[in-house]
């Protein structure tokens, strides 16, 4: 069974920073692309980074870029995101997805995590 997994979600204040981890499980993230997504309460789901499996890749939404830094770890079967410098605005449920090889929307990821809540708040 194709799993993933976030974890690394929590609450943190405007200026703080946080990694999230996505963990894949009954298949290797190593031919596959891994998305970050995120959906706050009442807005479209938007995608946040990307790594794709060739090359390596690296995507990033003008949003987040120069502050969120994404990158994998084969050996663990781990994609992860670090995020800092956090804005209010960043607060979301943050989802990971996988796909074959290359980064594309949101509508393009078979596979789905059941997402981490990122809190920013003072």
């Known amino acids: 069974q194709l799993q993933l997994v976030e974890s690394g979600g929590g609450l943190v204040q405007p200026g703080g920073s946080l990694r999230l981890s996505c963990a894949a499980s009954g298949f290797t993230l190593d031919y596959y692309a891994i998305g970050w997504f995120r959906q706050a309460p009442g807005k479209e789901r938007e995608g946040v980074s990307c790594?794709?499996?060739?090359?390596?890749?690296?995507y990033y939404a003008d949003s987040v870029k120069g502050r969120f830094t994404i990158s994998r770890d084969n050996a663990k079967n781990t994609v992860y995101l670090q995020m800092n410098s956090l804005k209010p605005e960043d607060t979301a449920v943050y989802y990971c997805?996988?796909?074959?090889?290359?980064?594309?929307?949101?509508?393009?990821?078979?596979?789905w995590g059941q997402g981490t809540q990122v809190t920013v708040s003072s």
């Open positions: 790594i794709a499996s060739s090359y390596g890749s690296t």
């Open positions: 997805a996988a796909r074959i090889n290359y980064c594309s929307g949101y509508v393009h990821y078979p596979y």
